[in-house]
């Protein structure tokens, strides 16, 4: 029998669908508890119990399930403590994740970033950050992990033409999804995005490194994470995040800062992707042709309705949601292909 404090936990975001899976645990070891990783390093995580924070390791039988199931501990995850002799603790099972989110690197890996979140806070700042194409893809990664978006325009104070990109990001995203535009620094985010900071919710910041993501936890945890600016000549944040960590709010909510991310995918099928530019589907719907690529085909509904680059980006994520799913001689295939393709026009032009 594992005993909660279900109040305690809920301090670091234990939730009613989390708590009822310990039902499916089989003969727990006497004076099992439950924890939550707040903090991962190489060789050991960092977990809180409700009360304290402490160091522990992972046994072998959850690293071998881990790897039979191709996944990793993340930020976030629910997981169950052992305490060995000398007061070692040892992690034993990891529940099921609600939520997960993950990202594919640019060599098709699957990367972790945090489990069991609520809601995903979009930050971009409203300076030299500010890119809708980046944000859409925070969006899809957002989406199809189940996760709510919400966007957060920081540097409101100091940003670049504030109302006319307020406008642009309105007419280009879904109107589902809520933004924000506000100061980072002061009592301003706390106000603005208390209906997402409840007692048990979970909360993740996403975004590039010097969009303000680190002052905007310290605003909303009273936490005191470093902060940098942006580098001179390129306009570049720093990277003052270089971990994922869980920290507290004092409304009893509980919210995770991430490194910033640039060269990246959403892990994400076709599917899921659709289900982010469900603007775009619902519009192909009454395109004279079923299979329409909406690019020069006669009769698309799609083209002159959406924005052009959003179209762009859509296509552009598309292709790398298949090319993920492709095995590593699919991939090669593909290239072959394509340098026939290429070397024959190439030809062709020389000819001419």
Known sequence: MIHIDFESLRTIGLTQSVASQLATINDPSEGTRLARVTEIHRDWAVIHDGAAESRARSLNKLIQSLQANDAALAVGDWVLVETHAHDE???????????HLARRTSEGRRQSLASNVDT?????????????????????LAESSGVQPVVVLTKADIGVDVEERMRQLTE???????AFALNALGDEPARVLAPWLAP???????????????????????????TGGVRRGDNRGRHTTTARSLHQCPS????????GLRSWQPDADEE??????????ELARHCQF?????????GCAVRGAVDPDRLLNYRKLLRDARRSQQTPLERIAARNKWKVIIKAHNTKERQR
């Open 290 to 298: 079923r299979d329409c690529a909406h690019e020069e085909e006669p």
């Open 200 to 226: 048990g919710q979970t909360l993740i910041l996403l975004g590039t490194s010097g969009a303000g993501k680190s002052t905007l936890t310290n605003a909303l945890s009273a936490s005191s994470q470093e």
């Open 252 to 259: 009893g909510a509980c919210i995770i800062d991430t490194p």
């Open 172 to 178: 280009r995203l879904p109107r589902r999804v809520q």
């Open 272 to 281: 899921a992707l659709a289900a982010s530019f469900d603007d775009i589907g």
């Open 89 to 99: 603790q040892w992690l034993s099972e990891r529940l099921p994740p609600v939520t």
């Open 120 to 140: 995903a806070f979009l930050v971009m700042g409203l300076d030299h950050d500010f890119n809708l194409r980046r944000l859409e893809r925070y969006l899809a």
